[in-house]
Every structure is written in C-alpha cells, then in structure tokens.
C-alpha cells in the first residue's frame, strides 16, 4: 500500500507530467515534490584553478525550488485535492540522485514518481540519468513518466 509519494519536481514539463500523474493516481495519500538544488549552483571557475562562489546565485536556486513548490500546491489545489491529500515541498542541496534517494529513505517514502528526459545515445551517456540512477538503487517502487 502506497501512503507517501515522493515527486522529483525539476519544472520540466516532463517532472509536471510526473506531479500530475501522482496527483490523479495517489489523491488521499501524502505527497511530498522535491526539488534538488545542485551544490555546485553558484561556483565559477575561469578553468585555471581558481574560481569563486557566489552565494547569490544558490538562493535564487532555492527560491527556485519554493517557487515550484507554490506553483505543484496551485496544481493540486486546482485538482481539487487538498482537502483529502497531504502536500508537503521540499527544496535540498545535493546530488541529484543522491539527495532524492536519501529523502526518500529518510522520509519513509513507498514510491518515487519522476519525469524521464528520454535522452538517449550520447547524451544519455555524456549527462547520466538521474532516473536511470535512483530506479537502480531506489529500496522502493519507482514509476517514470515520460
């Protein structure tokens, strides 16, 4: 039995075809979006050794990822299910994968739903797959939406 949905919620249309399909599928039930802000959001480098950090540019990061927390709360409130669904946001600073399989184990989550890019080819093998990765080593179901 499912009871707390994990929604990896990166603003692409596909993670919002993600939000969408728990909000229909899992309506009831606690669903928590998380956005993942990379650690390395706000580090430059000139390519000879040194760079710099601008702290500005991860909080734009962050309030990034609570602006799309607003926004999957307005989606869920015009689905109509708030009054029966928990919703919870969440925005952490990590690994991609890393970070969304830590939560969801830390949070005792029963299902991760995320977006697929559906890259393929070099591009899957040059940028990785974050789904690729956390349906690997997921301890709990993962659905990929496309």
Not at 3 to 12: I, K, N, Y
Not at 38 to 63: F, I, K, M, N, Q
């Amino acid at each position: 039995m499912v009871s707390h949905v994990l929604v990896a919620l990166d603003g692409s249309p596909q993670s919002w075809a993600a939000f969408d399909h728990a909000v229909s599928n899992y309506a009831g039930e606690t669903i928590t979006a998380l956005h993942v802000v990379d650690p390395l959001e706000g580090v430059y480098s000139d390519y000879g050794g040194d760079g710099y950090y601008d702290a500005r540019t991860h909080e734009r990061a962050v309030e990034r990822g609570e602006a799309l927390g607003d926004q999957a709360r307005e989606r869920a409130d015009d689905a109509g299910i708030l009054e029966t669904t928990v919703l919870e946001t969440a925005v952490e600073t990590g690994p991609t994968a890393r970070t969304i399989l830590g939560f969801a184990d830390e949070n005792d989550v029963d299902l991760v739903v995320m977006g697929s890019h559906g890259r393929s080819g070099v591009a899957r093998i040059l940028l990785g797959s974050v789904a690729e990765t956390v349906t690997r080593r997921a301890p709990v179901p993962v659905t990929i939406v496309r």
